[in-house]
């Protein structure tokens, strides 16, 4: 075991298989591999740093890997890989010691052959991976940098390489191979998984979507949760960073020297006692992740080099946090800082600190998402007696329960809680079992990130969503075209026209004397309403105000259910869309109701007027008839004349009456259709100048609103 | 008593102790002052002001005013500390037996305990401190049922224990944590300590530099009050350490001179809610014996928290009247924002109606067919709609500017102010009515007119209605309705029918849109920001300044 853990992160891998059988082989067994062989310690100096494996794997989290699946893949493109690298297997399951022995063997045979020592790697991670595992392949620091920012986006690498894995096997050593250079290979940075990755590029989108409705305070949390998951993924994937907070006096720093083995962290009776956080990493390359905490170079140490420890502890970060409760106020600026950036939080509590307020109400419930990366230790029990302890203890998970906390009881996801003392060591080995077993998972930092996201979306609820239902409806959109045509007057408009017509009719089918009192008559006075006639068509027909109110209420009825950001869009988009709208109306207007011209008229018409004249005809032939007999002209026969002009009397008022029947419905139509232009003209004006803006806004709400459940995983998308 | 405070009149810094009518009007004048503000709009100081009142009308009622009036009675020690801190236990300690329930669970005391001795239950008894607090008086150990009950329905409650061992004139009140998870329990504690004579603050050895604690602490030495701290829990092997430092902070904070008692952690006592043995308390049980027995000291403890709180009054009260002083400005910011929408609208309005804007749209199509193809009364009804319109416009848009301004006012949070109930309907029936209402006197001034004219040439009242609405409401657009109105009544009477429906306008308009300004400001109204209270509060203290 000694031999393993010295030589290189193969062993610790075997190691790994060497635990969990391989046969039912879970996604936490190896789920990322370290490459980085320390050459000189190894025993056989089988390897030469010139032969650092650059080749990495990382894999995602969720997949099923099946050991066969995995040992399938294994044996990728040349026999004389795949033999040593099923032989170091089966071997890990039988001896760990053995399995390093046969891993270096099998890479002697493949530094032989140069392409396949590298393909071997490849494969050894592979077959640990799932068959989907998003394998990615680097060159050195730099340029892992650039490709994880490309992967970030599109996953087009992990996507390429998953082909490679499922498919096209003999790329993999050619990706391989461009990559064997570098002498100390930088730790394998951290990979999220499917789901994760596409809310985050959910949310990404959201904040770019928002940045123009919302303010950058609303979006800052967003933000800076994708700066720490941009920041947190370039970094090591294989650390695990967790901090030791606590209030002042509960044992942080007795509780990080316990586990580090070596009194790292000053403690005392001194309150506060610890000023600033001290780093301890259990393995290499965790430096760029404690740089990104703020912490000095001179508060990072190494645990004692217990092989036993390092096994268990492999890739844990540990950082000791001052108090977050003392009278020092930058204590606590320091904490809250450190926390967020963090991967897990051990919260140490004693039992007569285990209830503050500060603890609770400050850090625990606003956490209460981040369950699944906390454990809250109850230091001190040697200070209980009996079975006070366990008393307390329940108390504690009470009160976390109440908090929020999911607790991880019956295997369920959930915070960690034990009681301990870092004192006397009691209960010290089951936190560092616990705590390797979550370290072994390596899914802390993309559950913190996730828990972030959580946090993040919960809040930007309120901007995103109200629960209710949004859109602008048919009846709003049929009242705001009603209020358009009342503010044109369009009703009065085809009323009128209706009644002109009518008029018009009347005249041309009535009694020519009628129409001769009445031009006698006009030619009398001349009325108000000629002249208004005669005035020039105003430059303010429409009204105004019931333009604006109409713009009005129909904004108001679209942002209804719409979070307060995204109503005033609405808002706003009709408003400028109203600006200059009343004129379009005046404009659309004079359009609308001058080309008609004169009226049409009915084609019985100039029957009407015919008989019109018939009837005034007979009149006057009845009339003349008579003026004869009267002069002695003709004869005398009063019945004929007589009888002609009272057909004529009678019959012109008859046709007029008949004809101003018949009038009623053109004429009814005629206005019908001056009004219905009118209206349809000016709602064609509204829908291109108000409604249509207000719908493209709605839409556009209607898209972030899809995005932000893509963010809070929904209705997460495939790829 | 007489004689005894003639014995102290002497001592220099013992000032307040005889009963003083005077002194104690003027502060039952300004306790109602205080008890009447209100800081009702949501601003940032205003959950602050609120503590500060109530935490003010809490040591006014429940020590001040009983203290001055009555200086004989007791002296209250009130334990109070961090959870966890051994309160229960220490109370319990210095009284020799149980009355206070100790434990591991925190947290642990949530009713607080009153210990006195048997003769000063009557003291307690009364409602004469702390009057919120329902008393039970439960004579043993038994946690009682009607206990419970009077938990259960939220009602606060006070322990009153009894102890001959406790020395007469003392009394020891066990209160709930100051920074208990239970929010109840933190505010419950912070009026306890304000109703105590003495402070005795309880911390730990783990917690000595808890920030919590150190507010108390401050405010105690800002409040002048008589403070005595405990060091409580510290294992024997640090003690001199521990306590150094604790010292060393105490001095810091200039808190040097208040007496410090250490309670080593024992470990058969500590976790079981036991009685630590009579020497861990002895001092402190001393100190507390001699405060009440010596006559000097008494007072001197007496008079050092009752002075330190008048004294803090000086501080507290411009701190209120400040904070009332905010809340009338904001009141008036929101005020400002209603008054300018509507004046702003108002102007427009006026200056629409000026360039004619009412006759457009339907009533303008209706005035150009008029009169061959409309009649009088149409045009009429349509002028008087398009007016409602016109006011019904001016009004929302009144206020949208009125929520736009709000939006940015933190006071316009307040309940009832912005979320007010979908009111356009009943705007637009209100002006609607409005509006007819003038139609109607108009058309009664027009017969006016018209009956004034000989019979022969009557013209219809009807027609002369709708005539002078729109010569008033045209503007210059309507040039014709005024010239046809001067055909019908003539110059003179054209003139005085036009004027007299202008002003009519002019008034049902003024009315119109004061009417919604005044439903828009009732809420604000209702929640009564008046600057006298503000000028009250100074003036009660400045009485009470006088008195003392």
């Given at each position: 075991?000694?031999a393993?853990?010295?030589?290189?992160?193969?062993?610790?891998?075997a190691?790994?298989?060497?635990?969990?059988?391989?046969?039912d082989?879970?996604?936490?067994?190896?789920?990322?591999?370290?490459?980085?062989?320390?050459?000189?310690?190894?025993?056989?100096?089988?390897?030469?740093?010139?032969?650092?494996?650059?080749?990495?794997?990382?894999?995602?989290a969720?997949?099923?890997?099946?050991?066969g699946?995995?040992?399938?893949?294994?044996?990728?493109?040349?026999?004389?890989?795949?033999?040593?690298?099923?032989?170091?297997?089966?071997?890990a399951e039988?001896?760990t010691?053995?399995?390093?022995?046969?891993?270096?063997?099998?890479?002697d045979a493949?530094?032989?052959?140069?392409?396949?020592?590298?393909?071997?790697?490849v494969?050894?991670h592979?077959?640990?991976k799932d068959?989907?595992g998003?394998?990615?392949?680097?060159?050195?620091?730099a340029c892992?940098?650039a490709?994880?920012?490309t992967?970030?986006?599109?996953?087009?690498?992990a996507?390429?390489?998953?082909?490679?894995?499922?498919g096209?096997?003999?790329?993999?050593?050619?990706?391989?191979l461009?990559?064997?250079t570098a002498?100390?290979a930088?730790?394998?940075?951290?990979?999220?998984?499917?789901?994760?990755r596409?809310?985050?590029?959910?949310?990404?989108?959201l904040?770019?979507?928002?940045?123009?409705?919302?303010d950058?305070?609303?979006?800052?949390e967003?933000?800076?949760?994708?700066?720490?998951?941009?920041?947190?993924?370039?970094?090591?994937?294989?650390h695990?960073?967790?901090?030791?907070a606590?209030?002042?006096?509960?044992?942080?720093?007795q509780?990080?020297?316990?586990?580090?083995?070596?009194?790292?962290?000053?403690?005392?009776m001194r309150?506060?006692?610890?000023?600033?956080?001290?780093?301890?990493?259990?393995?290499?390359?965790?430096?760029?992740?404690?740089?990104?905490?703020?912490?000095p170079?001179?508060?990072?140490?190494?645990p004692?080099?217990?092989?036993e420890?390092?096994?268990?502890?492999?890739?844990?970060?540990?950082?000791d946090?001052?108090?977050?409760?003392?009278?020092?106020?930058?204590?606590?600026q320091?904490v809250?800082?450190?926390?967020?950036?963090?991967?897990?939080?051990?919260?140490?509590?004693?039992?007569e600190?285990?209830?503050?307020?500060?603890l609770?109400?400050?850090y625990l419930?606003?956490m209460?998402?981040h369950?699944?990366?906390?454990?809250v230790v109850?230091?001190?029990?040697?200070?209980?007696?009996?079975?006070?302890?366990d008393?307390?203890?329940?108390?504690?998970?009470?009160?976390?329960?109440d908090?929020?906390?999911?607790l991880?009881?019956?295997g369920?996801?959930?915070?960690?809680?034990?009681?301990?003392?870092?004192l006397?060591?009691?209960g010290?080995?089951?936190?560092?079992e616990s705590?390797?077993?979550?370290?072994a998972?390596?899914?802390?930092?993309?559950?913190?990130?996730?828990a972030?996201?959580d946090a993040?979306?919960?809040?930007?609820?309120?901007?995103y969503?109200?629960?209710r239902?949004?859109?602008?409806?048919?009846?709003?959109r049929?009242?705001?075209a009603?209020?358009?045509?009342?503010?044109?007057?369009a009703?009065?408009?085809?009323?009128?026209?209706?009644?002109?017509w009518?008029?018009?009719?009347n005249?041309a089918?009535?009694?020519?004397w009628?129409?001769l009192w009445?031009?006698?008559?006009d030619?009398g006075?001349s009325?108000?309403?000629?002249?208004?006639v005669?005035?020039?068509a105003?430059e303010?027909?429409?009204a105004?105000?019931?333009v604006?109110?109409?713009?009005?209420?129909?904004?108001?009825?679209?942002?209804?259910g719409?979070?307060?950001?995204?109503?005033?869009?609405?808002?706003?988009?009709?408003?400028?869309?109203?600006?200059?709208?009343?004129e379009?109306?005046?404009?659309?207007a004079?359009?609308?109701?001058?080309?008609?011209?004169?009226?049409?008229?009915?084609?019985?018409w100039?029957?009407?007027?015919?008989?019109q004249?018939?009837?005034?005809?007979?009149?006057?032939?009845?009339?003349?008839w008579l003026?004869g007999?009267i002069?002695?002209?003709m004869?005398?026969?009063?019945g004929?004349?007589?009888l002609?002009?009272?057909?004529g009397?009678?019959?012109?008022?008859?046709?007029?009456?008949?004809?101003?029947?018949?009038?009623?419905g053109?004429?009814?139509?005629?206005?019908?259709?001056?009004?219905r232009?009118?209206?349809?003209?000016?709602a064609?004006?509204?829908?291109?100048?108000?409604?249509?803006?207000v719908?493209?806004?709605?839409?556009?709400?209607?898209?972030?609103?899809?995005?932000?459940?893509?963010?809070?995983g929904?209705s997460?998308?495939?790829? | 008593?007489?004689?005894?405070?003639s014995?102290?009149?002497?001592?220099?810094?013992?000032?307040?102790?005889?009963v003083?009518?005077?002194?104690?009007?003027?502060l039952s004048?300004?306790?109602?002052?205080?008890?009447?503000a209100?800081?009702?709009?949501?601003?940032?100081?205003?959950?602050?002001?609120?503590?500060?009142?109530d935490?003010?009308?809490?040591?006014?009622?429940?020590?001040l005013?009983p203290?001055?009036?009555?200086?004989?009675a007791?002296?209250?020690?009130?334990?109070g500390?961090?959870?966890?801190?051994?309160k229960?236990?220490l109370v319990?300690s210095l009284?020799?037996r149980?009355?206070?329930?100790?434990?591991?669970?925190r947290?642990?005391?949530?009713t607080?305990?009153?210990v006195?001795?048997?003769?000063?239950?009557?003291?307690?008894?009364?409602?004469?401190?702390?009057?919120?607090?329902t008393r039970?008086?439960?004579p043993?150990?038994?946690?009682?049922?009607d206990?419970?009950?009077?938990?259960?329905?939220g009602e606060?409650?006070?322990?009153i224990?009894?102890?001959d061992?406790?020395?007469?004139?003392?009394?020891?009140?066990?209160?709930?944590?100051?920074?208990?998870?239970?929010a109840d329990?933190?505010?419950?504690?912070?009026?306890?300590?304000?109703a105590?004579d003495?402070w005795v603050?309880?911390?730990?050895?783990?917690?000595?530099?808890?920030a919590?604690?150190?507010?108390?602490?401050?405010t105690?030495?800002?409040?002048?009050?008589?403070?005595?701290?405990?060091?409580?829990?510290v294992?024997?092997?640090?003690?001199?350490?521990?306590?150094?430092?604790?010292?060393?902070?105490?001095?810091?904070?200039?808190?040097?001179?208040?007496?410090?008692?250490?309670v080593?952690e024992?470990?058969?006592?500590?976790?079981?809610g036991?009685?630590?043995?009579?020497?861990?308390?002895?001092p402190?049980?001393?100190?507390?014996?001699h405060?009440?027995q010596?006559?000097?000291?008494?007072?001197?403890?007496?008079?050092?928290?009752?002075?330190?709180?008048?004294?803090?009054?000086?501080?507290?009260?411009?701190?209120l009247?400040?904070?009332?002083?905010?809340?009338?400005?904001?009141?008036l910011?929101?005020?400002?924002?209603?008054?300018?929408?509507?004046?702003?609208?108002?102007t427009?309005?006026?200056?629409?109606?000026q360039?004619?804007?009412?006759?457009?749209?339907?009533?303008?199509?209706?005035?150009?067919?008029?009169?061959?193809?409309c009649?009088?009364?149409?045009?009429?009804?349509?002028?008087?709609?398009?007016?409602?319109?016109?006011?019904?416009?001016?009004v929302?848009?009144?206020?949208?500017?009125?929520?736009?301004?709000?939006?940015?006012?933190p006071?316009?949070?307040?309940?009832?102010?912005t979320?007010?109930?979908?009111?356009?309907?009943?705007?637009?029936?209100?002006?609607g009515?409005?509006?007819?209402?003038?139609?109607?006197v108009?058309?009664?001034?027009?017969?006016?007119?018209?009956?004034r004219?000989?019979?022969?040439?009557?013209?219809?009242?009807?027609?002369?209605?709708?005539?002078?609405?729109?010569?008033?409401?045209?503007?210059?657009?309507?040039?014709?309705?005024?010239?046809?109105?001067?055909?019908?009544?003539?110059?003179?009477g054209?003139?005085?029918?036009?004027?007299?429906?202008?002003?009519?306008?002019?008034e049902?308009?003024?009315?119109?849109l004061?009417?919604?300004r005044?439903?828009?400001?009732?809420?604000?109204?209702?929640?009564?920001?008046?600057?006298?209270?503000?000028?009250?509060l100074?003036a009660?203290?400045s009485?009470?300044?006088?008195?003392?």
């Amino acid at each position: 075991m000694t031999a393993v853990t010295a030589v290189t992160d193969h062993t610790d891998h075997a190691d790994h298989t060497g635990d969990d059988s391989p046969e039912d082989g879970t996604s936490g067994q190896g789920s990322s591999e370290n490459g980085r062989p320390e050459g000189s310690r190894s025993p056989e100096g089988s390897r030469s740093e010139a032969d650092s494996p650059e080749a990495f794997a990382t894999e995602a989290a969720d997949g099923e890997p099946a050991a066969g699946e995995a040992a399938t893949e294994a044996p990728m493109e040349s026999v004389t890989k795949a033999q040593p690298e099923g032989e170091a297997e089966a071997e890990a399951e039988a001896e760990t010691e053995a399995a390093a022995e046969a891993e270096t063997e099998a890479e002697d045979a493949e530094r032989a052959q140069k392409v396949t020592f590298d393909a071997a790697h490849v494969g050894a991670h592979t077959r640990v991976k799932d068959d989907t595992g998003h394998t990615r392949v680097k060159t050195d620091d730099a340029c892992a940098r650039a490709e994880s920012e490309t992967a970030w986006d599109d996953g087009l690498i992990a996507r390429r390489v998953s082909e490679t894995t499922t498919g096209q096997e003999a790329q993999a050593p050619s990706l391989a191979l461009e990559t064997k250079t570098a002498v100390q290979a930088p730790p394998l940075p951290l990979a999220y998984d499917g789901p994760l990755r596409s809310r985050l590029d959910a949310l990404r989108e959201l904040v770019g979507l928002s940045r123009t409705r919302l303010d950058s305070g609303t979006l800052a949390e967003a933000s800076r949760v994708l700066d720490e998951a941009a920041a947190r993924r370039k970094l090591s994937g294989e650390h695990t960073v967790v901090a030791i907070a606590g209030a002042t006096g509960s044992g942080k720093s007795q509780l990080f020297n316990a586990l580090a083995g070596v009194a790292i962290s000053e403690t005392g009776m001194r309150r506060p006692t610890t000023a600033a956080p001290i780093a301890c990493s259990w393995s290499d390359g965790a430096a760029t992740l404690i740089d990104r905490l703020g912490i000095p170079g001179r508060l990072r140490r190494r645990p004692l080099q217990s092989p036993e420890a390092e096994a268990q502890l492999r890739g844990l970060v540990l950082v000791d946090l001052p108090d977050h409760d003392s009278a020092a106020v930058q204590h606590r600026q320091q904490v809250d800082r450190i926390l967020a950036l963090v991967d897990a939080v051990i919260w140490v509590v004693d039992p007569e600190k285990y209830a503050d307020a500060m603890l609770h109400e400050r850090y625990l419930r606003p956490m209460a998402g981040h369950a699944e990366v906390t454990f809250v230790v109850l230091n001190q029990v040697d200070r209980l007696p009996g079975e006070a302890a366990d008393l307390v203890l329940d108390d504690l998970r009470r009160l976390l329960d109440d908090d929020g906390i999911a607790l991880g009881e019956y295997g369920e996801p959930g915070a960690t809680v034990m009681a301990l003392s870092a004192l006397t060591g009691d209960g010290i080995g089951e936190l560092r079992e616990s705590l390797g077993q979550f370290l072994a998972e390596r899914g802390a930092a993309a559950r913190r990130i996730s828990a972030d996201l959580d946090a993040a979306a919960m809040r930007l609820r309120p901007v995103y969503s109200t629960g209710r239902r949004t859109g602008l409806s048919e009846e709003a959109r049929d009242e705001f075209a009603d209020r358009l045509a009342d503010a044109v007057g369009a009703t009065a408009a085809g009323q009128a026209a209706e009644r002109a017509w009518r008029r018009n009719a009347n005249r041309a089918c009535g009694t020519p004397w009628l129409r001769l009192w009445r031009w006698v008559q006009d030619r009398g006075d001349s009325t108000t309403g000629r002249l208004s006639v005669r005035e020039p068509a105003d430059e303010e027909a429409t009204a105004r105000q019931r333009v604006e109110q109409a713009v009005r209420t129909v904004a108001d009825r679209a942002a209804r259910g719409l979070p307060a950001p995204w109503a005033q869009a609405v808002r706003e988009a009709a408003v400028r869309g109203a600006q200059g709208l009343p004129e379009a109306l005046d404009e659309m207007a004079t359009r609308a109701t001058t080309p008609a011209g004169r009226p049409p008229r009915p084609g019985w018409w100039p029957a009407a007027v015919l008989a019109q004249a018939s009837m005034t005809i007979l009149q006057i032939i009845g009339g003349l008839w008579l003026l004869g007999q009267i002069i002695g002209f003709m004869a005398p026969n009063l019945g004929v004349p007589v009888l002609l002009m009272l057909a004529g009397i009678i019959g012109g008022p008859a046709v007029e009456w008949g004809s101003r029947m018949a009038a009623r419905g053109p004429a009814r139509r005629y206005g019908l259709e001056a009004e219905r232009r009118l209206r349809e003209a000016a709602a064609g004006c509204g829908r291109a100048r108000v409604l249509d803006p207000v719908a493209a806004e709605l839409l556009r709400y209607r898209e972030v609103r899809e995005q932000y459940g893509r963010v809070t995983g929904a209705s997460a998308p495939v790829g | 008593m007489l004689q005894k405070a003639s014995k102290i009149g002497h001592s220099s810094h013992v000032v307040t102790l005889d009963v003083r009518p005077q002194l104690l009007d003027a502060l039952s004048a300004l306790r109602d002052r205080v008890a009447a503000a209100r800081f009702p709009l949501p601003l940032a100081g205003a959950p602050r002001a609120r503590a500060n009142r109530d935490e003010l009308l809490a040591q006014l009622d429940d020590y001040l005013v009983p203290r001055l009036r009555e200086p004989e009675a007791p002296l209250l020690a009130v334990i109070g500390g961090s959870t966890g801190a051994g309160k229960s236990t220490l109370v319990n300690s210095l009284v020799g037996r149980r009355v206070s329930e100790a434990g591991v669970l925190r947290p642990t005391t949530r009713t607080p305990v009153l210990v006195c001795h048997p003769e000063d239950h009557h003291w307690f008894s009364g409602m004469r401190v702390l009057p919120d607090l329902t008393r039970v008086w439960v004579p043993h150990q038994e946690p009682g049922d009607d206990l419970q009950a009077l938990m259960e329905r939220g009602e606060r409650v006070l322990r009153i224990e009894t102890a001959d061992t406790l020395p007469r004139g003392l009394a020891l009140l066990d209160a709930p944590d100051i920074d208990s998870l239970v929010a109840d329990n933190r505010v419950l504690a912070a009026e306890l300590i304000c109703a105590a004579d003495i402070w005795v603050m309880v911390t730990t050895a783990a917690r000595y530099a808890d920030a919590v604690p150190w507010h108390l602490l401050r405010t105690a030495k800002e409040h002048k009050a008589t403070l005595v701290t405990v060091l409580d829990r510290v294992p024997h092997q640090v003690v001199s350490e521990v306590s150094r430092q604790y010292g060393a902070l105490l001095t810091k904070a200039g808190l040097g001179e208040v007496p410090r008692f250490t309670v080593p952690e024992l470990p058969e006592s500590a976790w079981g809610g036991g009685l630590l043995p009579a020497t861990a308390v002895a001092p402190l049980r001393t100190w507390l014996v001699h405060q009440t027995q010596d006559h000097g000291s008494r007072h001197a403890a007496m008079a050092r928290t009752a002075q330190g709180v008048l004294d803090s009054l000086k501080a507290r009260m411009p701190e209120l009247a400040g904070a009332a002083a905010a809340q009338y400005a904001a009141a008036l910011r929101l005020t400002a924002a209603v008054d300018g929408a509507y004046d702003s609208e108002h102007t427009r309005v006026k200056g629409r109606l000026q360039t004619g804007a009412v006759l457009s749209g339907d009533a303008l199509k209706r005035w150009r067919a008029y009169p061959l193809d409309c009649t009088a009364g149409e045009l009429l009804d349509s002028l008087v709609e398009s007016l409602a319109a016109l006011l019904l416009c001016a009004v929302t848009a009144a206020d949208e500017r009125v929520d736009d301004a709000w939006r940015r006012e933190p006071a316009s949070g307040a309940p009832g102010l912005t979320d007010r109930d979908p009111t356009l309907e009943s705007a637009e029936h209100r002006i609607g009515m409005s509006v007819r209402r003038w139609r109607r006197v108009l058309e009664e001034y027009a017969e006016d007119e018209v009956g004034r004219l000989d019979k022969s040439v009557a013209s219809d009242a009807e027609v002369v209605a709708a005539l002078v609405a729109t010569a008033l409401l045209g503007g210059h657009r309507a040039r014709n309705a005024g010239e046809g109105l001067a055909e019908r009544l003539g110059a003179h009477g054209a003139l005085r029918l036009r004027e007299r429906g202008g002003r009519l306008l002019a008034e049902y308009l003024d009315r119109a849109l004061h009417t919604e300004r005044e439903r828009r400001l009732a809420p604000l109204d209702a929640l009564d920001v008046h600057p006298e209270s503000q000028a009250e509060l100074i003036a009660a203290l400045s009485v009470l300044q006088k008195e003392r």
